[in-house]
């Protein structure tokens, strides 16, 4: 194998640019020359290739986003669109692939691989941590710090105020990070996708909870079907009129910051990985973490075989709250 292309696409997610560093000098490593794809499957489709050496991607481990740049690209659904990449590849001379992404990025790297009979590896880098397969995601573990540590700030003036908050976090169709944030954030209600929480019982459990406190927090996570934060406060007020409601939603800071060592660590190991299978013909393949040790999962399997939290969590919210 004489090139690799490198993708990032769909959601950009901390940990990226460490595979990227860990991919390029890898192949470098193995003489294989390693080629950027900017702005993902649109500078496929559009021939945004180059070439990468180990100076691009000195001193980028601690930096958020990707410098590749990413986008969500609609038009690679289409065959027509999909043929012009096969033919840049093939100009370019790429003979390997390894996608950065999620489930979204997967379908598209499947197909491609098919089409363009081309081998693709995958790196779960989303910070929803939603696939099959792998324990966590790149991105998952510094955007679950970074919502802790914004729910702590918010505690602060909460506490001051006597208010209760309301906080929506990112997760459209996956609750891992408004569950595990609420129990390490010590928040005393979470409403997630996986699960039904009816308003009048929802404005029950905030009213028992909140005797006594100075403040309360309760984590939506944005997918959450009675509506997001906002939403969901206003269809509680009625309930619960003698307390001071506020809403706040977290948004895109959740997606930016230097990653943490985890994310650091898991994107340097994927990224070597996937180097080397590709060197050893393995295709469609996905490589996840499970008990500290990477695991291939197919990426069929990654995007059709939905990953949800372990719902026994919430009983440790419960378990962690007097009443009263």
Do not use: C, W
Not at 209 to 230: L, N
Not at 245 to 264: K, N
């Amino acid at each position: 194998m004489n090139k690799i292309g490198i993708i990032t696409s769909g959601g950009d997610a901390p940990g990226m640019n460490a595979a990227i560093r860990a991919i390029t000098k890898t192949a470098m490593h193995y003489d294989i020359h390693p080629i950027g794809i900017k702005d993902g499957y649109d500078g496929l489709m559009n021939g945004y290739f180059v070439n990468l050496e180990y100076t691009d991607v000195n001193n980028i481990i601690q930096r958020g986003g990707t410098i590749l740049g990413s986008a969500r690209s609609p038009e690679f659904k289409l065959k027509e669109q999909r043929k012009k990449a096969i033919k840049n590849i093939q100009k370019e001379g790429i003979e390997g692939l390894i996608v950065i992404g999620g489930d979204g990025s997967f379908t598209g790297a499947l197909k491609f691989a098919k089409e363009a009979n081309i081998p693709v590896i995958g790196i779960p880098g989303t910070i929803d941590n939603d696939l099959y397969g792998t324990e966590s995601t790149i991105g998952y573990d510094t955007a679950l710090n970074t919502i802790v540590s914004s729910i702590d700030n918010i505690r602060d003036t909460a506490s001051s105020h006597q208010r209760i908050f309301f906080v929506e976090v990112m997760g459209r169709d996956s609750g891992f990070l408004a569950l595990n944030s609420a129990i390490a954030s010590g928040a005393e209600s979470v409403l997630i996708p996986e699960t039904i929480t009816t308003i009048e019982s929802l404005a029950e459990e905030i009213r028992t909870q909140s005797k006594g406190r100075r403040s309360s927090i309760i984590i939506v996570a944005e997918g959450e079907k009675s509506g997001g934060a906002v939403d969901i406060m206003r269809q509680v007020q009625p309930h619960l009129s003698e307390y001071e409601l506020r809403a706040t939603i977290l948004g895109h800071i959740q997606r930016g910051g230097s990653p943490t060592y985890f994310d650091r660590s898991l994107a340097t190991r994927s990224g070597i990985k996937a180097v080397e299978l590709l060197r050893e013909g393995v295709t469609q393949k996905m490589v996840g973490i499970k008990a500290d040790e990477l695991t291939l999962v197919h990426l069929k399997d990654a995007v059709d075989k939905h990953s949800i939290p372990n719902l026994k969590k919430e009983d440790i919210l419960k378990k962690l709250l007097t009443k009263g």
